[in-house]
């Protein structure tokens, strides 16, 4: 039972195309004139800046969301001691 959950869980979730379960040729053929068309209109260009400020919003509003969690938590404690203090 053991074994069989250890193989179950090992596996890939999804299973790979049918290029890289081929043994005979381990890489697909590239359709290199559709890979040069996205290259030259632009498909999919990243502005590094703005990905770069975009994940600092995120890491700030993290620290912001987690100290308010944190503060919160310390309030209800108090309360709840001081609520206690009483009876």
Do not use: H
């Amino acid at each position: 039972m053991i074994q069989w959950l250890s193989n179950v869980l090992r596996r890939p979730a999804l299973r790979p195309g049918p290029c890289l379960r081929s043994r005979s040729r381990p890489t697909c053929t590239v359709n290199n004139q559709f890979i040069s068309f996205l290259q030259r209109s632009g498909f999919r260009r990243v502005n590094p800046d703005r990905y770069e400020r975009s994940l600092r919003r995120r890491r700030l509003a993290l620290a912001v969301f987690g100290w308010a969690s944190v503060l919160g938590l310390t309030w209800v404690v108090v309360e709840s001691a001081k609520a206690l203090s009483m009876f």
